[in-house]
């Protein structure tokens, strides 16, 4: 079988392009997160795989959930998912969108794990260091890992920065014993 996100990919880009020419990219994004989330649930991922329910129902289902932000084009698209029995695939179509639409709106998502919890006048200075880096608005993640000992990790996508001291001493350790 096909991985999962090499099916999802196309109906990704066919949702981003339509919200894109319709100007409503947060709207769909917020549906597509909604409906992802709807068809996790282990009771209606067992509806998913019935033949026994039609493929309008299960539309007419997702619909509902994801409240009144539908235009005709977002219910034509939730019909063509459920006739090719892909709504089970909402939730890779919702990440693939999403990260579309960071791509198109220049935004991307930096995690920042520290040995200590950083203050919200060190995250601002942080992002604003990070935005002029890496030329994009910056979603500022933090989590907090004792692990590191002191200093920080940074990750963008593909892109790692580590400055935790725990790295340093294991550079260090690896050189000495080389």
Not at 162 to 173: E, T
Request: proline share 3%.
């Amino acid at each position: 079988m096909a991985e999962k996100t090499t099916i999802a990919r196309p109906y990704a880009k066919a949702a981003f392009q339509e919200a894109k020419d319709d100007k409503r990219l947060a709207q769909w994004s917020e549906t597509l997160r909604a409906a992802a989330t709807a068809v996790r649930d282990p009771r209606v991922h067992d509806l998913l795989g019935s033949p026994s329910v039609k493929g309008e129902d299960l539309a007419q289902f997702v619909m509902g959930v994801t409240g009144p932000a539908l235009d005709e084009h977002g219910q034509n698209f939730f019909r063509t998912l459920a006739e090719n029995r892909r709504l089970g695939f909402l939730p890779e179509i919702a990440t693939l969108f999403d990260a579309f639409k960071d791509e198109e709106e220049s935004v991307v998502d930096v995690t920042v794990t520290s040995a200590a919890p950083i203050d919200a006048a060190q995250q601002q200075a942080l992002s604003k260091a990070l935005e002029r880096k890496l030329k994009r608005s910056v979603r500022l993640h933090c989590e907090t890992d004792t692990a590191l000992i002191g200093g920080a990790v940074l990750r963008a996508g593909d892109t790692v920065i580590d400055g935790s001291l725990l790295s340093r001493l294991k550079r260090i350790a690896f050189e000495l014993t080389a």
